[in-house]
């Protein structure tokens, strides 16, 4: 089964920067896509960005477009959400998730990681 490790949450300020990072075992990127979700207290989790398992192609909801970057490196199964200019709406737990690419696009995709907060101050 899939394992997904989430790390890089914290606390920053608005207008500042964060890197997350979600590291996979057995896993493939050939075979499963891989992306961030996030919730935020009192909403609906969202999708904020995804990578396709079949052409690398990458997604990005309209919230983040411009400020947040999906990345990875195949070479140690690892995914990065470079988020710059953070806003204080930002503010939620991150989730790391994988699983066949609409799975992904839909929202129901079946491996998750632990979560990791981030909080952006105004």
């Known amino acids: 089964e899939v394992q997904l490790v989430e790390s890089g949450g914290g606390l920053v300020q608005a207008g500042g920067s964060l890197r997350l990072s979600c590291t996979a075992s057995r896993f493939t990127f050939d075979d499963y896509a891989i992306g961030w979700f996030r919730q935020a207290p009192g909403k609906e989790r969202e999708g904020v960005s995804y990578i396709s398992s079949s052409d690398g192609s990458t997604y990005y909801a309209d919230s983040v477009k411009g400020r947040f970057t999906i990345s990875s490196d195949n070479a140690k199964n690892t995914v990065y959400l470079q988020m710059n200019s953070l806003k204080p709406e930002d503010t939620a737990v991150y989730y790391c998730?994988?699983?066949?690419?609409?799975?992904?696009?839909?929202?129901?995709?079946?491996?998750w990681g632990q979560g990791t907060q981030v909080t952006v101050s105004s």
């Open positions: 998730a994988a699983d066949k690419d609409y799975r992904l696009w839909v929202g129901i995709p079946h491996y």
